[in-house]
């Protein structure tokens, strides 16, 4: 079975700071796709990066960068300079790839709080 | 390219009658989900379509529960005989079914059963 834990229920940081979103997964598939989702008060879920598990490469856009290190199931989530537009809920993702190849049905973890105040 | 459509956005209702709700998926995706969320929970799937076809439903997805998706293009889910349980969030999402396919969701539907 798959199972995605983000142990961080709510972070608050002041502006400016840095904050990492822990995000640690177990599946037994050799194949996957793990994602993030940004989900902010409207409710819509808006797709912030796909990573598949034969790149791990870290990855950076902009103020936002991920770790992803199989060795330890974890795909960390670091906003640099937070700012208050990014407080929303975020989630963490994983998806197998059995019998399609491809991404199919997610398996969300229960998303991390993120209150970035002035 | 507009994204994924949700209809209704909110819906109240009585427990006891039956909602449909209606997604249109990102043109030319071929992938069509439904997720349920709940308040202060991440995202579960209920079941997913490859065109017509219904590829895998979950064990949430109740005998109440149906989705279509007769063209291959857009989908309904409805819910029969509804229960204070089944108040939630309803998204929808889509994607290609080939290559490195992102899923992307809508806006969600709200459902409130009184």
């Known amino acids: 079975a798959q199972k995605v834990t983000q142990a961080q229920t709510e972070i608050s940081v002041v502006e400016k700071e840095d904050v990492t979103l822990d995000c640690v997964y177990e599946t037994r598939d050799t194949t996957y796709y793990l994602f993030w989702y940004k989900q902010p008060p409207s409710g819509e879920l808006v797709f912030l990066i796909r990573r598949n598990s034969f790149d791990e490469q870290n990855e950076i856009s902009g103020r936002y960068s991920w770790n992803f290190q199989k060795s330890t199931s974890s795909f960390n989530f670091t906003i640099t300079a937070s700012q208050v537009v990014d407080s929303a809920v975020y989630f963490c993702a994983l998806s197998d790839t059995v019998n399609t190849g491809t991404a199919s049905k997610l398996t969300f973890g229960t998303g991390t709080r993120l209150q970035v105040t002035l | 390219d507009t994204g994924v459509s949700q209809d209704p956005r909110h819906k109240i209702t009585k427990r006891g009658q039956n909602v449909t709700f209606r997604c249109d998926p990102i043109s030319e995706h071929n992938r069509l989900y439904w997720y349920r969320q709940t308040l202060g929970q991440g995202p579960e799937f209920l079941t997913y379509?490859?065109?017509?076809?219904?590829?895998?439903k979950s064990r949430l997805l109740s005998d109440r529960f149906s989705a279509e998706r007769p063209k291959g293009s857009f989908s309904t889910l409805e819910i029969q005989r509804t229960e204070q349980g089944d108040s939630a969030m309803y998204l929808c999402a889509s994607s290609f079914s080939t290559g490195g396919n992102t899923i992307y969701f809508g806006e969600g539907s709200w459902l409130t059963v009184v």
């Open positions: 379509f490859q065109n017509e076809a219904q590829l895998e």
